[in-house]
């Protein structure tokens, strides 16, 4: 049945998008006074504080490039702006009298902004972050960048909802990115990307025949799911250059809100699928959640390719209880011959059973493959114990690697491949397998740093989302001596007449960031009864705590086992034990090496 021909259905529905178009211009006109709000105190701060040092003459004139940065930073941060996809500057601190930091001064950058518009990247050099992207601050992004200036170790951030004004237009994005600290610079490298559809989402849609959808009043966009689109008939997003002027029935309504085409569209779109006799309960659901509101659960009849389809649906309204709501969340789901969605729902979770069943496999097998039993050393007066503990997850990327070397040497080295899951525990192997072949060419720390770096920077291009970290070193019989390198790795505990210390020493950039990084060997000399500790951030990692805080409880464990005798033999397991419990919120690694 065509609704277009009702005028009763079209009046309702032309009636429901002009209320959409008020609450979207409200909700826009609200976003848009918090960042001039935010805008205007910058502008105050920026007037007490003394002008930046490090804004270019001339640089608002120069023409656009991909990347620029300011004179007198290292020749390779250029490369590293070039090759990082996404939105990626290189920030320098800005510190006030107080030894606070208030701001950043971007000092280099690429050409993406962080919504996704390209803009020259010259714009942004010498000038506060706070002045040219004020949208930063109220997303909670500089939380993420001053915990990687406090840590001095790579962050990670959970998505954020970015909001800001680019060109006098209102811009927005969901953001997943990662924070590093360049080592010896003081700089931060940030990298921004938008958050796709998971590929698992789509499999679970497919299969349960449901979907989603929210509608972001702020841009006046719907972000439909693939599943959602299959089950209302939607093959693709609605074509490019419609207009209002193309939609019957709406002819003279306001264009004064930027994308209004969207709304009009999507909202006629599947207010003509859905039958007559539901179409006016539909409406005055849309009608509750515009204002605010929460419909909990409603069932309708949509008409999709000559054939009906009874759906149940909920929405939702956020942010909760705001007078002029942001974005609508919506859900729905098929419910058509439930007794065969049953069935099907039956055979689906069988299948879905025996891919757990053979994940948990999988991951056994990556689980022994990264933690085998260690074999008895040659040197007598070397004992070597090791601990793992799984994240509250499953398996991880946490490895570690402890062999006697034809040349007399001991190898000895921790990693952590970004990542969760299967595909980290994956990408753990093939590291700790790749150093197994590196460390017979001789090379000493540094050099196996190096050679493991271009190892993952070339099988995974450079991308931020699968890097690792590591400490690689050997022992050295003869001299008693151990010599190590650290790629962005948390540095090594020796435990010395009862009393633990980080070894001091050079820190190299996390392995797959940029190619041909060079690291520093660094030498540690051993005396009868030293206790080395080389562990993964698992171990010092607490939700709601930083490193410095998790190092100074390992350290403290580790003082009060030598105090109570205890960690003379099974050092890594006592630590484990105490510190984490049978399962940690990450998964952690202690290789524990005992001088006698």
């Known amino acids: 049945m065509d609704l277009s021909s009702d005028r009763t259905s079209e009046d309702a529905l032309a009636e429901l998008h002009r209320l959409a178009l008020r609450t979207v211009a409200r909700a826009r006109h609200r976003a848009r006074a918090r960042i001039t709000a935010e805008r205007a105190q910058d502008r105050v701060e920026r007037a007490a504080a003394p002008p930046s040092p490090f804004a270019p003459d001339g640089a608002e004139k120069a023409p656009p490039s991909d990347v620029a940065v300011l004179p007198g930073l290292p020749s390779w941060i250029p490369a590293v702006l070039g090759v990082l996809r996404g939105s990626s500057t290189v920030l320098r601190p800005d510190v006030a009298p107080d030894g606070t930091v208030r701001d950043f001064i971007v000092v280099g950058a690429n050409h993406f902004e962080l919504s996704g518009v390209e803009r020259g990247s010259f714009d942004f050099l010498g000038k506060r972050l706070s002045e040219t992207r004020p949208g930063v601050r109220t997303s909670g992004m500089y939380d ?13 951030s959970d998505t954020v909802d970015y909001v800001d004004v680019v060109d006098g237009v209102l811009q927005r994005a969901r953001l997943r990115g990662t924070v590093t600290v360049l080592p010896g610079l003081g700089l931060l ?21 449901m979907g989603w959808a929210e509608w972001d009043l702020i841009s006046g ?174 398996v991880g990327g946490d490895w570690y690697k402890c062999r006697e070397l034809p040349d007399g040497r001991v190898l000895l080295a921790v990693g952590d491949a970004s990542g969760h899951g299967v595909e980290a525990a994956s990408r753990a192997v093939q590291q700790r397998s790749a150093l197994a072949g590196l460390a017979y060419t001789g090379g000493d720390a540094a050099q196996l740093a190096w050679a493991l770096g271009e190892v993952v920077y070339n099988d995974y291009y450079g991308n931020l989302d699968t890097t690792a970290t590591c400490v690689v070193g050997h022992l050295y019989p003869e001299a008693r001596a151990f010599r190590w390198a650290s790629a962005g790795h948390p540095a090594p505990i020796l435990v010395r007449d009862g009393e633990p210390r980080l070894l001091q020493g050079e820190h190299g950039m996390m392995l797959g960031v940029v190619a041909d990084t060079a690291y520093t060997t660094n030498t540690a000399q051993l005396h009868s009864g030293d206790l080395l500790l080389l562990y993964t951030d698992g171990v010092i990692e607490r939700r709601g705590s930083d490193l410095e805080t998790g190092a100074a409880a390992l350290l403290e464990a580790v003082r009060t086992g030598m105090a109570r005798g205890r960690l003379a033999e099974s050092a890594a397991e006592r630590l484990v034990a105490h510190l984490l419990g049978a399962e940690a919120e990450d998964d952690a690694t202690i290789l524990a090496i005992q001088v006698s």
């Open 144 to 156: 993420v960048y001053r915990a990687a200036l406090d840590r001095g170790t790579p962050v990670s």
């Open 189 to 209: 490298l940030t990298n921004w990307e938008p958050v796709g559809e998971a590929r698992l989402s789509r499999r679970i849609q497919e299969g349960g025949r």
């Open 221 to 394: 966009r719907i972000r439909w799911s693939h599943g959602l689109r299959e089950l209302l008939g939607l093959r693709a997003p609605p074509p490019e250059g419609v207009t209002l002027e193309g939609v019957h029935g709406v002819e003279g309504a306001a264009r004064t809100v930027a994308s209004a085409k969207d709304v009009a569209v999507d909202l006629f779109t599947v207010g003509r699928k859905i039958d007559p006799a539901d179409l006016p309960g539909f409406v005055a659901d849309m009608r509750a959640l515009l204002r605010g509101g929460e419909v909990p659960d409603r069932e309708l009849t949509v008409h999709v390719d000559g054939s009906r389809r009874r759906i149940r649906w909920v929405g939702h309204a956020q942010p909760e209880g705001a007078e002029v709501p942001e974005s609508l969340l919506f859900a729905a789901r098929n419910i058509t011959g439930q007794e065969e969605q049953l069935r099907q729902a039956l055979v689906e979770t069988e299948r879905l059973r025996q891919e757990a069943a053979a994940e948990r496999r999988v991951s056994e097998t990556f689980r022994r493959a990264l933690v085998p039993p260690l074999e008895a050393l040659t040197p007598p007066w070397i004992s070597v114990s090791s601990a793992y503990v799984p994240s509250d997850s499953g």
